[in-house]
């Protein structure tokens, strides 16, 4: 046996065979390289080779890794560092989105291609899942372009770690063609539209989150997150701490960020309203929950089943807070106490989020203020006038 720079040469299976320990991975996966050849020379060429493009930095190791099965070893030992609802909704990606589609596909066989190929399937197809709720496949649209960046921003992270662990040479994500990602702009009702979904709700469940995303203002987190205890009915206060959401489990979280993290005083409509419904719980802990009938998601489509329920225009829970919104602005409430009320975290994020309602309302302006003003008649010439009484 022939030992070369830590590489042993020797015959096998009537040949011959280097090979050379080489620790252990990212992974703790022992690292022993090895090559394979007719005769001692060609193993030494394929060393020479393999040592020439480590030494360059040309070097990725072929790997057997299946795309799917790399994703689970990086999300294994990366997901400590996300947030809960990071971690969830990547879980959720490799589970509905990626493994029912790449399969058995290697990792080394993604191409830019692929994944373009991938999301246009998403974009444009209908896609089945099962709904626990009603016990039956349902049929959901195709994802948005937004959740389609947010995809790709996902695989670009994994596939960037791959590189830095030698199991890839190129990041298949550069090069994919992207759409832009859209603003949505969201369908608020108006004040007619919002009382007649308010008529149908009174007295009802659905009328406490309605009530508080319309006349609060609040997320649909921060919604199913309040809790009795947050609420001072003697001073009309109600205080946002906490803020539930769900992707494959219930997660209780901080508001988004510190300004969202909020105190605001309620309408006296919503107090009173609160006053109601909580009237009617029995041994009522001041720890409980608000809204106990649903969870987020639930929530969600709760919502849509009573517009669908009682033909009314479609609009999304969460526009209920953009609804409250245009009511502040038409009221003149200026913009700093808007997004403080709203849990913004700066004017800038109002106006952007807002910027197809201020358009709107600066037109409306500007043609008040056209019905408010007259056009004089044109003012004589003064020189005209002093040649009339020369003459």
Sequence with gaps: MEYINGWSIYPNEGGYKGAKDNGKDAFGTRKRKTFRGATESTVKKKIDKYEYEIATGQYSEPNKDTLVGFLETYY???KHKWEDTTASLYRMYIDVH????????????VKPVTLDEFYDIKLNSQREYYCSAIKDNVKRKPLSVNTVNKLNTFLKSAFNYAITNDYLKKNPTIGVQLKKSVDYEPDVYNGEQFLKLLSFVINKPEEVPIMLGAGCGLRRGEICGLRWKNIDFKNNKISIEKTDVRFDKDIEKSPKNKSSKRTISAPA???DMLIRNRDKIEGLNEFDRVVTKW?????????SDLLEQFELPHTRLHDLRHYNATIMMSIGISDKQAAARLGHSNVQTLRKTYQHILKGMDEEVAHKMDEAFVMPE???DRKAKSKLKAV
């Design 76 to 78: 294994r030992l990366t």
């Design 98 to 109: 990626i493994k029912p589609y790449f399969k058995e596909m290697k990792l080394t066989d």
């Design 269 to 271: 409509y919503v107090i």
């Design 295 to 303: 969870k987020p998601g639930s929530l969600t489509g709760r919502f």
């Design 378 to 380: 044109p003012a004589p």
